[in-house]
């Protein structure tokens, strides 16, 4: 491939990808495998994996290996690695993506298996995958981790203390691994603002605009998070380590 595409071209790469049966993960396990890569899809369910890997191989002829994992449990990991090793003998991009925020009304309702779980899946468990395929992608002369972080780590709301703490350990946790991985191994974080994902559906606030004081006056459309997940997937961002890449809308 020549011109500006070659950089996005991910052609024979092996993507994995958390929490990529749906929302913002199933769009960027499907833009990975239209640029070329085989892909894997792991979240707890392992039917869902299956509808969508069937949906990515259908459309793009690219492989997608489904896998049932639970990235909060430390014990489940090793064996998701091991499984995509196995099938295509490498990985070079790892998507940290998988995540959860529980609703409760005051502060005292998180309980702390609630709390534990929030931390475990959004940060302990992308730790522990990062640490696990990072050294591997070390050992191959290099790879890209991709932590999918949120707005929230940086203006966190009442209502999702918890699951900020969370994301901003895993903004923190961006640059040590940048450091320790590097350099052939690049990591940064990922930050999208409020996407109209499945979660969307239960968002009520009458007939008021909650995304007037963004830049871009609304919340964002799954697909519009292709560009910068692409971006850090390839090496268009081969000098990019380390930091964070915003798609949030210009949430001020």
Same mark, same amino acid.
């Given at each position: 491939?020549?011109?500006?595409?070659?950089?996005?071209?991910?052609?024979?790469?092996?993507? *994995?990808?958390?929490?990529?049966?749906?929302?913002?993960?199933?769009?960027?396990? *499907?833009?990975?495998?239209?640029?070329?890569?085989?892909?894997? @899809?792991?979240?707890?369910?392992?039917?869902?994996?299956?509808?969508?890997?069937?949906? @990515?191989?259908?459309?793009?002829?690219?492989?997608?290996?489904?896998?049932?994992?639970?990235?909060?449990?430390?014990?489940?990991l090793d064996g998701l690695i091991?499984?995509?090793?196995?099938r295509f003998g490498r990985l070079?991009? *790892?998507?940290?993506?998988?995540?959860?925020?529980?609703?409760?009304?005051?502060?005292?309702?998180?309980?702390?298996?609630?709390?534990?779980?929030?931390?475990?899946?959004?940060?302990?468990?992308?730790?522990?995958?990062?640490?696990?395929?990072?050294?591997?992608?070390?050992?191959?002369?290099?790879?890209?981790?991709?932590?999918?972080?949120?707005?929230?780590? *940086?203006?966190?709301?009442?209502?999702?203390?918890?699951?900020?703490?969370?994301k901003a350990g895993l903004n923190?946790?961006?640059?040590?691994?940048?450091?320790?991985?590097?350099?052939?191994?690049?990591?940064?974080?990922?930050?999208?603002?409020?996407?109209?994902?499945?979660?969307?559906?239960?968002?009520?606030?009458?007939?008021?605009?909650?995304?007037?004081?963004?830049?871009?006056?609304?919340?964002?459309?799954?697909?519009?998070?292709?560009?910068?997940?692409?971006?850090?997937?390839?090496?268009?961002?081969?000098?990019?380590?380390?930091?964070?890449?915003?798609?949030?809308?210009?949430?001020?």
């Open positions: 491939m020549d011109g500006p595409g070659a950089l996005f071209d991910l052609t024979d790469r092996v993507v *994995l990808v958390t929490g990529g049966s749906r929302g913002l993960g199933r769009e960027m396990a *499907l833009a990975a495998a239209r640029c070329g890569a085989d892909v894997v @899809i792991a979240s707890r369910k392992l039917d869902s994996c299956r509808a969508t890997a069937a949906e @990515i191989e259908a459309e793009t002829g690219r492989t997608a290996l489904p896998y049932a994992v639970h990235v909060g449990h430390w014990d489940e091991e499984a995509v090793y196995d070079d991009v *790892l998507v940290n993506n998988a995540g959860m925020s529980p609703v409760y009304d005051k502060q005292t309702d998180v309980t702390e298996k609630m709390f534990d779980a929030v931390v475990g899946l959004n940060l302990k468990g992308p730790f522990r995958l990062s640490a696990l395929a990072g050294e591997r992608m070390v050992a191959a002369g290099g790879g890209v981790i991709i932590n999918v972080s949120t707005h929230g780590s *940086l203006r966190p709301h009442p209502s999702f203390i918890p699951y900020a703490a969370a923190a946790m961006t640059e040590g691994l940048a450091a320790a991985f590097g350099p052939t191994v690049r990591v940064n974080t990922l930050m999208p603002g409020p996407f109209l994902t499945d979660i969307a559906k239960a968002w009520d606030f009458g007939d008021t605009n909650p995304f007037g004081h963004f830049a871009l006056r609304r919340a964002g459309k799954p697909p519009e998070i292709v560009g910068a997940a692409l971006f850090l997937m390839s090496d268009a961002s081969s000098y990019t380590t380390g930091s964070i890449l915003r798609a949030d809308g210009g949430i001020p």
